[in-house]
């Protein structure tokens, strides 16, 4: 499946990301399509706190991992399984709730199991990406 880098309104950068619209699930509920950020440099999975309360998912007892992210900066996180479709591919794996996303980019999806379920190819020259899901 292949994806263009887009430029999303309001990112003052002004420079293409690849972006591609990702439906959350949890249980019987699920999201529209929302762009998310595929990030190679990120070792996790990431989404604010808004998409685990609108699915419904309840991290109360679940232990925060901290997590250490560009220049030294901490977060608290919450890992839960959350199943995501890319074009009607579904991979359920723990997706770390909280941290300081931006509003631009509420969601990421990073190395962690979803790079070891999907071959992605960067083509940042043609300004696309692909994003192929193995078996």
Known sequence: MEFPYLLLPGDRSGTP????PVVYKYRKKATKPILTLIDSGADYSFVTFKIALYLGIN???IEPLSIRGFEGSSMDC??????VVVKNNEITFPIYYGGSLTSEY???????IFFDKTKI???RYKWKFSIDFIE
């Not at 990301?17 to 591609?20: E, K, S, T």
């Open 17 to 20: 990301r690849p972006l591609v």
């Open 59 to 61: 991290l109360a007892g």
């Open 78 to 83: 919450y890992a839960f399984n959350t199943t």
């Open 106 to 112: 509420p969601c990421i999806l990073g190395q962690d």
């Open 121 to 123: 190819t960067f083509e």
